[in-house]
């Protein structure tokens, strides 16, 4: 069982910045991908952003350049720029193993409002 522990949401107004963290509990040589998905209530989660081992990213269109993701071992990171009130979602930690088992962070609340 592998642990994902984020930290990092909180209220933001329009046009802020925030960054999520969010770290495994397991080697990183054991991790494929990793990535942030976020959900709104009555929506289905959705990817914003992954990063594979080796670097290559992947970033949902809405994104459009305001976040960028990175890995730095078992830590994965989500530095948010340009906040919108729609970008406003629990926002979950995502990794895949090389084995293809996946898991789930707890989920960190962001919310962008004046």
């Known amino acids: 069982q592998v642990h994902l522990v984020e930290s990092g949401g909180g209220l933001v107004q329009p046009g802020g910045s925030l960054r999520l963290s969010c770290t495994a509990s397991t080697e990183s040589s054991e991790i494929s991908v990793m990535a942030w998905y976020r959900q709104t209530p009555g929506k289905r989660r959705e990817v914003v952003a992954r990063i594979h081992r080796g670097g290559r990213t992947e970033y949902n269109n809405f994104v459009m350049d305001r976040f960028t993701i990175a890995r730095d071992n078992a830590e994965v990171s989500l530095q948010m720029n340009s906040l919108k009130p729609g970008d406003t979602a629990t926002y979950y930690c995502?990794?895949?193993?090389?084995?293809?088992?996946?898991?789930w962070g707890q989920g960190t609340q962001v919310t962008v409002s004046s």
């Open positions: 995502y990794a895949m193993l090389n084995n293809h088992s996946i898991f």
